[in-house]
């Protein structure tokens, strides 16, 4: 009924965001506040970390540089596997680095240019467009987390049903939010140990680590680069919008819900967090879940937050002629130039 959809809309739309960027406060004592605020929404994260423990599970030799699946312990009782590959060629040594994020699919399989088997894959990438192996292939070291609810880290009803791209993410994230807890909050937790795992190679330069994500996954780049000033840069493809614009206009999978989350703010202010540090969004002008105009909007709003903390350059966007996908090229080019200070490489 019109008159039920008026109702949601208002519901949402008078949500205080009592976090949301004001100028007439300082922009350290404003984001110290909705970081706090993030945190809280997402569920929190552990006061300790769990020891890493890290095994080797398989290498691989491939064109132009090294695959190493990798487990990793994240919370205590659960481990998580991903992927890092080490160009032969490095942009320097130690060599910047970048958290690759995929979205929803078949998990770190499909951005590294791998069939749901392992095996070597020669068809279609689709809207990932194996962009791990495009960032290994100009110098950076790349690591691909699989998210919790894909790929290998699916319920067996799930894992056995034959279908590669079919995800947990429905009962996973029920389960969560009956404890208190967020889908959200879990992968940019994980993500973050994905990130001390990085700091433990002697391949990578420590304080010159970015990230890139696409979908949830740019859900999962963006409020980890928000939360976690390790992080040097970040790309956030085919998400950066408005909630009002996107994840409210449709049904979307249960993990792009954080309840709560416009008491504190609307996404461009969360994505804000991550001023001064570098931002780069993609948007695809034919993108029907993330859509152009939300994504202009937000971008005009960060526009507005980046200034305040004076680093008014630092935020970039591609509009592109495309749908929901990586586009790429130009994106790689300011992560070089960002983690590297070099120009774009093939």
């Keep these: 009924m019109e008159q039920l959809e008026q ?44 020891q890493l423990q890290p095994i080797l599970m398989e290498r691989t030799i491939c064109n132009g540089y090294r695959r190493e699946r990798i487990e990793i312990t994240t919370y205590e009782g659960l481990r998580m596997p991903l992927y890092l590959l080490i160009p032969e060629q490095p942009l320097s040594s130690p060599a910047p680095a970048v958290l690759a994020i995929h979205g929803h699919g078949y998990g770190s399989r499909e951005i590294t240019g791998l069939q749901p088997d392992g095996s070597d894959r020669e068809g279609d990438p689709g ?73 433990t190679r002697e391949e990578v330069r420590c304080e010159r680590i970015g990230i890139m994500g696409i979908s949830g996954g740019g859900l999962v780049a963006g409020f980890t680069a928000a939360l976690d000033e390790r992080i040097a840069c970040a790309v956030v493809s085919g998400y950066a919008n408005t909630f009002a614009d996107s994840i409210l206009t449709r049904n979307h999978c249960l993990d ?53 903390s004076g680093s008014g350059g ?33």
């Excluded at 804000?272 to 909007?297: Q, T, V």
Aim: glycine share 12%.
């Design 7 to 50: 109702y949601m809309k208002q519901l949402t739309g008078s949500a205080p965001r009592s976090s949301a960027f004001r100028t007439d406060i300082p922009y350290g004592q404003w984001r110290a506040g909705l970081a706090a605020g993030l945190t809280r929404q997402l569920g929190g994260f552990p006061e300790r970390p769990a």
């Design 127 to 199: 809207l990932h467009k194996d962009f791990a192996v495009s960032l290994v292939k100009r110098g950076f070291v790349v690591a691909a987390p699989e998210l919790l609810g894909f790929g290998d880290r699916r319920l067996v009803e799930d894992l056995t049903s034959g279908e590669p791209g079919r995800n947990s993410c429905f009962r996973l994230s029920s389960a969560l939010l009956m404890a208190g807890q967020t889908m959200a909050g879990y992968r940019i937790y994980e993500t973050m140990r994905a990130l001390d795992y990085l700091q």
């Design 256 to 308: 792009n819900y954080i309840p709560g989350i416009l008491l504190e703010a609307e996404m461009p202010d969360l994505l804000g967090l991550i001023a001064p540090r570098g931002l780069f969004l993609e948007s695809g002008d034919a993108d029907h879940l993330f859509g152009p105009d939300g994504a202009k909007r937000a971008l005009a709003r960060l526009q507005q937050i980046y200034t305040a």
């Design 314 to 346: 630092q935020v970039e966007a591609d509009f592109f002629a495309g749908g929901h996908e990586i586009h790429g090229e130009p994106a790689f080019a300011w992560l070089l130039k960002q983690l590297a200070g070099t120009e774009s490489r093939t």
